[in-house]
């Protein structure tokens, strides 16, 4: 059979499943339905007369053949995404797509203010956010702007630190802390929250909350309905009539805020124009950030 591949397509999905591993995983990614991904990976096989997966009860393998195939495909998917970002970072109108992602809790206790004030200065531009504590990779454009809570940025992306986070305890606002905070009911993270998860083991030395969350918007909720203390940020929390400031925390448990893009879509004008709206806006909230407002 001559085999050809005419289609990008059908590498991106053939490599959506070798990421994710299911087909339900490729799906999420992708933007179809399961059935979707099993009919036309199973065709994109028949048409090069080669299995490409090896279906396995807990997902799909790469076969040597699939192997062979994801490092081209992953070639031609950086020249792909290069080219998308050069063409993109020549664009110098004031109109278009802004694709953020951030965290749950910058989504809801920060964001939206400045995001309403953006879009109001610039009403050709429209704005997609995706919310979640996974990393959405900038070089495929998956975003265009990210806006990231920790002290290492990646290496891969430009952009400036537009702030730091200072948290602190907080509980119910009905509350009374009367017993040492060793003895007081705790509300935890979990592993995606690492730096959160050594500083309070730092701080409260074998202590182990009792219940554990993976979102800080989750942990705001949980402490506000008094199921325990949290360590939160202060610039979102400070701003809720449900908690209350319980006590400080050491230095340990700052964390810088960036703002980041990928180098080839800096010089984007829409970007660009929120790039600088949104470390302008940041700027002023900094008493709020660091918990001295």
Sequence with gaps: MDARIDNWDDLRLFLAVARAGTLSGAAREIGVNHSTVFRRIGAFEETLGVRLFDRLPNGYALTAAGEAMQESALRVEAEIAALDRRVTGQDLRLSGVVRITTVDMLAQGLLPRHLLAFLR???????????????????????????????????????????RLAFAVYGAAAAEATAPLAEQPWIGFDAEHAPLVRAFAEFLPGVRPAFRVNSVAAAIAAARAGIGLATLPCGIADLDPGLTRVAPLPESFTLDLWLLTHEDLRRTARIRAFLDFMAEALAQEAPLLEGAA
């Design 121 to 163: 200065a610039y009403p050709g531009i429209e704005v997609e956010l995706t919310v979640g504590n996974a990393t959405l990779n900038l070089t495929r454009r998956e975003a265009d702007v990210a806006l990231r809570v920790g002290n290492q940025p990646p290496e891969t992306l430009v952009g400036r630190r537009v702030g």
